[in-house]
T-cell receptor, first 110, second 118 residues
Framework: GQQVMQIPQYQHVQEGEDFTTYCNSSTTLSNIQWYKQRPGGHPVFLIQLVKSGEVKKQKRLTFQFGEAKKNSSLHITATQTTDVGTYFCAGRYNFNKFYFGSGTKLNVKP | DTEVTQTPKHLVMGMTNKKSLKCEQHMGHRAMYWYKQKAKKPPELMFVYSYEKLSINESVPSRFSPECPNSSLLNLHLHALQPEDSALYLC?????????????????FGAGTRLSVL
């Protein structure tokens, strides 16, 4: 069945280093969303990507959607301690629900 | 107002109890969702309501019973739960849930109800 794979599971970085998390689907997605969940918190929407090859930027965050709409990435430049949390992608196929990736837990050492 | 409000924040219940979780939004959204999230796991979809009608039930056991009394409210009635049902229950809403308006599919999550079943 449909499944969105996300790697890595964990990432520990020194403050100032970059961070990337990747999501991959075996079949074409209609769109993909990214969420951040702080420890003890709830998922907060970051961005939605719809078009093939789409790239969107939010300050130090860069989101990409692959040309085949089967993969996506989130890249954070020069991480800060405020970036700590778990980042989830959520992909949608041709029906009414999103499949969440397993998440990447980011820890940033000051 | 981009807030989804869930009550209670915490709930402890026994296996024979009946309780309800409540979710409210005043953003005019017509799609509402229940998710279950276990520790260190992603949210798992349970139910989707679209225009107050149940559109998706992800084969959830009948001890979980959703209800959408109106476009702003979503309830989850709990009865005879098991200890393995202990989790964070998240409610979310979006403007719509269809594929024709992808820009309106952004989901806003509530803070969740942390449920413990003893």
């Amino acid at each position: 069945g449909q499944q969105v794979m996300q790697i890595p599971q964990y990432q520990h970085v020194q403050e100032g280093e970059d961070f990337t998390t990747y999501c991959n689907s075996s079949t074409t997605l209609s769109n993909i969303q990214w969420y951040k969940q702080r420890p003890g918190g709830h998922p907060v929407f970051l961005i939605q990507l719809v078009k093939s090859g789409e790239v969107k930027k939010q300050k130090r965050l860069t989101f990409q959607f692959g040309e085949a709409k089967k993969n996506s990435s989130l890249h954070i430049t020069a991480t800060q301690t405020t970036d700590v949390g778990t980042y989830f992608c959520a992909g949608r196929y041709n029906f009414n629900k999103f499949y969440f990736g397993s998440g990447t837990k980011l820890n940033v050492k000051p | 107002d981009t807030e989804v409000t869930q009550t209670p924040k915490h709930l402890v219940m026994g296996m024979t109890n009946k309780k309800s979780l409540k979710c409210e939004q005043h953003m005019g959204h017509r799609a509402m969702y229940w998710y279950k999230q276990k520790a260190k796991k992603p949210p798992e979809l349970m139910f989707v309501y679209s225009y107050e009608k149940l559109s998706i039930n992800e084969s959830v056991p009948s001890r979980f019973s959703p209800e959408c009394p109106n476009s702003s409210l979503l309830n989850l009635h709990l009865h005879a739960l098991q200890p393995e049902d202990s989790a964070l229950y998240l409610c979310a809403s979006s403007q719509v849930s269809g594929l024709t308006s992808l820009a309106k599919n952004i989901q806003y999550f509530g803070a969740g109800t942390r449920l413990s079943v003893l």
